[in-house]
């Protein structure tokens, strides 16, 4: 597993270097901080400073002998293309700090697609919303652009529940190990719920997703609680579940039903008024 996790020097990208440490020791992926800077002549130093800071953050989370990933020479970085600068170091993994230059979300959508990532992580400012450096629609271009599944954490600390979402579309067993890995870091309840469009075809289908998923979490020893709910009721039931968990929304699909009724201004709805983070699955 590869995680990619976008940061800059604010708040809400120091907050959750501890949530990106238990989710990195839990899965044992490969992690790239990655920082995005505005000049492509030469690299930021007190960039390069700030991701450095969260890299030794992130490993004071583990035990020395535990420790999967090699220590860094700050001198090494690597100019590999104009605008883009990386540093890397293997251990039993590889840790990656990469600088590039450019838009925020485009670069970070480019970085997951050319280091083929599973997962892209970043936090948000709460305080008008979800804002990335005082832009409302950074994270949501990420969460509707990135080749894989993202993860915006909004608020440190342990949620007591995670709501997954789901439709008809295939489940694919890397999402549902995400999925699993929050339960087990937050120790939290995981309730599944089926969306259905009103005919019996449809119905059978999320029904048989249903059951796959409840005995992939059962055979882990997670306690799942499921519903299904027609799809006129979903907006409803995420804006108000959003309260108090974390909402998984399962998005992969061309045909997912989940795309067609989350559009852009749904998915920036639930990424500006939600308290909790939110987790787009691919």
């Not at 579309?169 to 190990?177: D, F």
Request: with cysteine.
């Amino acid at each position: 597993m590869k995680i990619l996790v976008a940061l800059d020097g604010k708040s809400y990208s120091k907050g959750i270097v501890k949530e990106v440490a238990r989710l990195s020791e839990s899965t044992l992926a490969d992690v790239v901080f990655l920082g995005i800077q505005d000049s492509e002549s030469k690299v930021s130093q007190s960039l390069q400073m700030v991701l450095h800071e969260y890299q030794q953050d992130l490993y004071s989370y583990f035990r020395p002998d535990e420790l999967p990933y090699a220590d860094f020479s700050l001198e090494k970085w690597q100019k590999v293309a104009k605008g883009d600068w990386i540093l890397s170091a293997r251990g039993m993994k590889e840790f990656t700090l990469r600088i590039r230059s450019g838009n925020v979300a485009k670069a970070v959508v480019s970085v997951a697609e050319e280091m083929d990532c599973d997962l892209v992580i970043l936090g948000c400012d709460l305080k008008y919303g979800c804002e990335w450096d005082g832009e409302m629609n950074v994270p949501l271009r990420i969460a509707e652009d990135a080749p894989c599944s993202v993860l915006v954490i909004k608020q440190s600390g342990n949620t007591h529940e995670i709501v997954s979402i789901l439709d008809q579309s295939e489940v694919h067993q890397e999402a549902m190990e995400m999925v699993n890995q929050l339960v087990t870091l937050h120790s939290a309840g995981l309730k599944i719920v089926g969306v259905q469009e009103k005919n019996e075809d449809k119905k059978d289908l999320i029904e048989q997703r249903m059951v796959e998923l409840l005995k992939y979490y059962n055979d882990r020893s997670v306690s799942a609680w499921v519903k299904v709910i027609d799809s006129d009721m979903v907006t409803d039931y995420v804006t108000t579940s959003s309260q108090s968990a974390i909402i998984a929304l399962w998005m992969g699909g061309r045909q997912s039903l989940l795309k067609r009724l989350f559009s852009h201004s749904m998915v920036d709805k639930l990424l500006s008024t939600s308290r909790s983070s939110v987790f787009i699955l691919r």
